[in-house]
């Protein structure tokens, strides 16, 4: 689970102007650049491009789409919840259909639920293990029993892999009317969209500069000038965080005036300028602001730099010196190296000796998973819309991707609190106790957000949501 979330996904966007066609008779409206093999199975898609491609043939029962604030209808009209936020009860709308014609019933949803849950390759059945029960009690109705409180469950149910059909039968805005050169032609009303495959991102925004193609989500390594020629709207934060880790069990940051004195010395904002150039943002807060009831801004005194304060934290408890080394542990590459030059630097700034400690990257998830690490990078990326999809897998004391040593009754708790909440604004609140309980142990510095890279070219429309897709039945050409 560490080692899928550890990377950190791109995104580029870009649309042609009309009258171009392909090899058919089809006029094409917009082309997309896309990595081969072009997969539009729902169930298999992960990255910003791949849920935007998932979220044209395939409809969820609910949709969070850019700008969103709680779930909107999908296939389902809504859903209402009991007090205990574990028995969901979704209508599907009577206007629902297959681009067949055929009406979408109770047994879709519960195929589609099944199809996920023993799919290898899709990593979206661990977020409905604890769905127990699922009852049709009509076609139009479908009653999903948990095992325990999830308020999140709607959220969670309106990521596209969640969406009913795929290619070949779908129930998304778009049908697939052709299949060609390894892409494929989509149909919706009067428009047409091709996507066009090409081996790599590198080689995708190559043809986006030559014309080619309209739409692409560009490489890692695209620069600011790139951005501002092509952006500004394709390039927005979503749910992919970096931040610095630091593990409350090492002997060296055991005293939380240590931990205290590390997160006080580090500017985000320097970090950042070092290592992660136009794809990312400084960020004064945890959680994006796009994510689903994310809470407000609760990071105060963990995200505000003062090095003197540090400095005199440090002198404090080793008024003679002899203050012990820590190491600052990343993953070899460009930006792991980078993030961990300047930690060390502004460390040793206020009188801590740091050192640099290189890991292979494929073996630096479970190193941190061992709990050797002492002051670390680390990041994550959302795998649904809701804030808890950050905050539950970090935090929890038996979270899957707590390796800061962290324990905390206080935090459970309000953890407890978000999955029984019956509305967003209480989910946020209770949140915002979580994460503000939790910064107060020191044992993380918020960094930086992710931003997705859409390119585009004379397009409007250009909207990111929260796992960093976008809404193609908003895309147009700019008048």
């Known amino acids: 689970m560490i080692v899928r979330r550890l990377a950190v996904a791109v995104v580029a966007i870009a649309l042609i102007t009309a009258g171009c ?134 959220v969670i149910l309106s990521h596209p892999g969640f969406g009913l059909g795929d290619a070949r039968r779908g129930t998304g805005p778009f049908t697939v009317v052709e299949h060609l050169r390894g892409g494929a032609i989509l149909e919706r009303d009067d428009e047409t969209i091709e996507l066009v495959t090409y081996r790599d991102a590198d080689a995708a925004f190559a043809g986006f500069r030559d014309g080619e193609v309209d739409l692409v989500y560009a490489p890692a390594n695209i620069d600011a000038d790139l951005r501002s020629a092509y952006g500004p709207d394709g390039f927005a934060p979503y749910g992919a965080i970096s931040f610095l880790g630091l593990n409350q069990n090492a002997p060296t940051l055991a005293d939380p005036r240590m931990r205290e004195a590390v997160v006080r010395a580090i500017d985000a904002e320097t970090v950042v300028q070092d290592a992660y150039g136009a794809i990312a943002r400084s960020e004064e807060r945890f959680i994006p602001a796009v994510m689903i009831a994310a809470p407000d801004d609760v990071c105060d005194a963990a995200c505000e730099r003062d090095q003197a304060f540090a400095r005199d934290l440090v002198r404090d408890m080793y008024p003679t010196g002899g203050v012990p080394p820590i190491a600052v542990d990343y993953d070899e590459g460009d930006v792991g190296a980078a993030i961990a030059e300047s930690v060390v ?88 106790v979580a994460l503000r309980e939790a910064l107060a142990a020191w044992c993380m510095r918020p960094i930086a957000t992710l931003d997705s890279r859409w390119v585009a070219r004379d397009v409007d429309g250009v909207s990111v949501g929260p796992l960093g897709a976008l809404d193609p039945t908003k895309l147009h050409r700019a008048s």
């Open 21 to 154: 066609s392909s090899d058919g008779d089809e006029v094409v409206n917009l082309r997309i650049g896309v990595v081969a093999p072009l997969t539009l199975d729902p169930a298999i898609a992960s990255t910003p491009m791949e849920l935007t491609l998932a979220r044209m043939v395939a409809m969820p029962l609910l949709q969070v789409l850019p700008g969103d604030t709680a779930p909107v209808p999908g296939i389902a009209s809504g859903v209402e919840a009991d007090p205990a936020q574990q028995r969901f009860i979704f209508t599907i709308d009577a206007n629902a259909r297959w681009n067949d014609g055929e009406a979408v019933v109770a047994a879709d949803v519960v195929a589609m639920i099944e199809r996920v849950r023993t799919m290898p390759a899709s990593s979206l059945g661990g977020l409905i293990a604890d769905v127990g029960q699922i009852e049709t009690p009509d076609d139009r109705t479908v009653v999903m029993t948990t095992t325990r409180p999830m308020s999140e469950l709607p």
């Open 345 to 432: 630097e502004q460390l040793v700034a206020v009188g801590i000796p740091a050192t640099l400690r290189a890991h292979d990257p494929g073996t630096y998830p479970q190193f941190l998973g061992s709990g050797q690490a002492e002051v670390f990078r680390f990041g994550w990326i959302a795998e649904h819309a809701g804030a808890g999809a950050l905050l539950d897998p970090l935090l929890r004391s038996n979270g899957v991707a707590n390796v800061f040593g962290l324990r905390s009754d206080a935090v459970d708790a309000a953890l407890d609190d978000a999955a029984l909440a019956g509305s967003e604004t209480a989910r946020a609140t209770a949140f915002g």
